[in-house]
Nanobody, 126 residues
Framework: QVQLVESGGGLVQSGGSLRLSCTASGRTFSTNVMAWFRQTPGKGREFVATINWSGESTYVADSVKDRVTISRDNAKNTMYLQVSSLKPEDTAVYYC???????????????????WGQGTQVTVSS
């Protein structure tokens, strides 16, 4: 069974930092594009960042560009999202996602991704 499991969320004060992890099991995603999205109640999933299989190509949403770093460790089958200078508006459930095939390039839409984790809550207090 293929699973993506996020961890590292929690309650953080404004201005703080977090590192989210997404660990895959059941198959390797070392050749697949992966991404982070986030979602708040009543809204669709918002693209945060995406990374190619090697980690050499990344793209981060303009809304978080100066505060977010996406990376991956294929040996550990794990992807990371480092978020700094957290703001209350960063409060959301953060999801990791993976494309179904190594043939696909970076994607910025939730519909581009086939595998999803269950999400991890990040709450930023002011």
């Amino acid at each position: 069974q293929v699973q993506l499991v996020e961890s590292g969320g929690g309650l953080v004060q404004s201005g703080g930092s977090l590192r989210l992890s997404c660990t895959a099991s059941g198959r390797t995603f070392s050749t697949n594009v992966m991404a982070w999205f986030r979602q708040t109640p009543g809204k669709g999933r918002e693209f945060v960042a995406t990374i190619n299989w090697s980690g050499e190509s990344t793209y981060v949403a303009d809304s978080v560009k100066d505060r977010v770093t996406i990376s991956r460790d294929n040996a550990k089958n794990t992807m990371y999202l480092q978020v700094s200078s957290l703001k209350p508006e960063d409060t959301a459930v953060y999801y990791c996602a993976a494309k179904s095939s190594a043939l696909y390039g970076l994607g910025y839409y939730a519909s581009d991704y086939y595998y999803w984790g269950q999400g991890t809550q990040v709450t930023v207090s002011s």
